[in-house]
């Protein structure tokens, strides 16, 4: 997408500007450039993206959705959404581990992911699990111009939990958890990867995210 290179510029800015309050995934579909994974450039969509973005009729790239309420957005419209969101009061805080016993490049390996839960209100609806990829190498238009080492960010890799998450149910001021496993695939960067992890429902979207990055009981091992 041509004009995506201004949408990344926007989501820096917000990142800057809020810090860790905003979490951003980048969900390449449709008319993303698709390479193969025996490549050193590996192709940045995959089906699960492609679900989202058929499943929300995301036609027209780059567009954007904040916190699930704000239906599909222009990146101009971005920073008004997002200010609006974050004045918001929290019914749940979380926090997110990711571990996995190797860094060992070359090799599929299992991530294990814990959820903690400390909900402010009772809440009823589902938790969602992505792993993004950062400072990922690929091609990318801009304009009129094609850059062949443009640098993506927060590029959306799988989803851990199902297309659309989990259940789960919380009572207030009662601490929860949860545990999840996923498979990391040999071709991604483990340095680079991070977990992100949302509370959902259908009426009140987004009610909290967390994102970390993978912690590693062994140092780097080439395969």
Not at 41 to 67: C, F, H, K, Q, S
Not at 120 to 134: C, M
Not at 159 to 186: E, P, R
Request: charged share 20%; aromatic share 8%; glycine share 6%.
């Amino acid at each position: 997408c041509v004009n995506c290179p201004t949408a990344h510029l926007v989501v820096n800015d917000l990142k800057q500007q809020y810090g860790a309050s905003v979490k951003a995934v980048g969900i390449h579909a449709t008319s993303a450039v698709g390479l193969s994974e025996t490549m050193n450039t590996m192709g940045l969509m995959n089906a699960e993206g492609d679900a989202y973005a058929a499943y929300w009729n995301a036609v027209t790239l780059p567009t954007g959705m904040i916190n699930r309420t704000s239906g599909l957005l222009d990146y101009d419209k971005w920073a008004a959404y997002v200010r609006t969101e974050l004045e918001k009061e929290p019914k749940l805080k979380m926090h997110l581990t990711a571990k996995m016993d190797t860094l060992t490049e070359g090799v599929d390996s299992l991530i294990n992911i814990t959820v903690d839960y400390e909900p402010i209100a009772n809440i009823d609806g589902k938790i969602q699990i992505w792993i993004t990829e950062n400072e990922i190498t690929a091609p990318q238009m801009s304009g009129s111009s094609y850059i062949l080492d443009y640098q993506h960010n927060h590029v959306f890799r799988a989803h851990v939990n199902g297309t659309w998450g989990t259940d789960v149910y919380l009572l207030a001021n009662i601490l929860a958890n949860q545990c999840f496993t996923h498979k990391i695939k040999k071709h991604w960067n483990r340095k680079n990867l991070r977990v992100v992890a949302f509370v959902y429902n259908e009426t009140e979207g987004v009610l909290q995210v967390e994102e970390c990055p993978i912690s590693f009981s062994h140092n780097i091992e080439n395969n």
